[in-house]
C-alpha cells in the first residue's frame, strides 16, 4: 500500500521569507510520480509541482522547488519569497499504478 | 475550454435520501475519479474509470456507485445518504493514468442530515 504523510499540521511564514513543507511516502513502486497541490480557500485543487521519480534533478516552478530524496523517501516543498496569495492548504501527493494517494495537508499561513 | 465542472456545489440531504453528482469534463481525457475530502484527511480515492463503460473500486467505494457512460461525464451515486457521507466531493481527471496530472474540479459539498 502506498502511504503518503505530511507531520506539519500547520506552518507560518512572513512574506518575503521561505518556508519548506515536509512530505514522506512509502511505495512499493519502482515507477511513480510525486506532487505537491495547493488549495486555497476557494477549495479548487491546483497543481503547484510535480517531480518523476527516475529523475534525479529537483523539479522548480517559478518560486516553488523541491527537495527530492528519494533513497529517504522525502519530498519537502520549498516556497521562496512568500506572498499573501501563497496561504492555503497543501497536500503532498504520490501516483504509482493509477491511483494519487494524498498526505493530510499542511496549512500554511503568510504573515503582512 | 471549461476543464472539469461539478454539479451541484452545495447539497442537503436527509439520511436515506439518494442524489447523483454529475461531474464532466471537455478535455478528452479517459481516466475519470471521484474523491472526498474528510477535515484532516486528505483526499480519499472513491472510485474512478479508466475509459468510458469502465469503473473501478478506490480506497472508500462503499455506499456509492458510479457509472460512465460517456466518456466527457462520470456520475456518482449515493442510493441512501448516510451522514457519514457529509464531505466535500472533488471530481478529477487526467489523460492517462500513472504519469499524467489529475486536473480536478471545483468539488460538491454534501451534508447528510
Known amino acids: 500500500a502506498q502511504t503518503v504523510t505530511q507531520s506539519q499540521p500547520e506552518m507560518s511564514v512572513q512574506e518575503a521569507e521561505t518556508v519548506t513543507l515536509s512530505c514522506t511516502y512509502d511505495?512499493?513502486?519502482?515507477?511513480?510520480?510525486l506532487f505537491w497541490y495547493k488549495q486555497p480557500p476557494s477549495r479548487q485543487m491546483i497543481l503547484v509541482i510535480r517531480?518523476?521519480?527516475?529523475?534525479?534533478q529537483n523539479a522548480t516552478e517559478n518560486r516553488f522547488s523541491v527537495n527530492f530524496q528519494k533513497a529517504a523517501k522525502s519530498f519537502s516543498l520549498k516556497i521562496s519569497d512568500s506572498q499573501l496569495g501563497d496561504a492555503a492548504m497543501y497536500f503532498c501527493a504520490m501516483i504509482g499504478g493509477n491511483k494519487l494517494v494524498f498526505g493530510a495537508g499542511t496549512i500554511l499561513r503568510v504573515k503582512s | 475550454n471549461a476543464g472539469v465542472t461539478q454539479t451541484p456545489k452545495f447539497r442537503v440531504l436527509k439520511t436515506g435520501q439518494s442524489m447523483t453528482l454529475l461531474c464532466a469534463q471537455d478535455?478528452?481525457?479517459?481516466?475519470m475519479y471521484w474523491y472526498r475530502q474528510d477535515p484532516g484527511m486528505g483526499l480519499r480515492l472513491i472510485h474512478y474509470?479508466?475509459?468510458?463503460?469502465?469503473?473501478a473500486k478506490g480506497e472508500v467505494p462503499d455506499g456509492y456507485n458510479v457509472s460512465r457512460l460517456k466518456k466527457q461525464n462520470f456520475l456518482l451515486g449515493l442510493e441512501s445518504a448516510a451522514p457519514s457521507q457529509t464531505s466535500v466531493y472533488f471530481c478529477?481527471?487526467?489523460?492517462?493514468?500513472?504519469?499524467?496530472?489529475?486536473?480536478f474540479g471545483p468539488g460538491t459539498r454534501l451534508t447528510v442530515l
Open positions: 474509470s479508466v475509459g468510458e463503460g469502465t469503473t
Open positions: 478535455m478528452n481525457h479517459e481516466y
Open positions: 517531480q518523476e521519480a527516475y529523475k534525479q
Open positions: 511505495t512499493s513502486e519502482s515507477d511513480y510520480y
Open positions: 478529477a481527471s487526467s489523460y492517462s493514468g500513472t504519469a499524467d496530472t489529475q486536473y
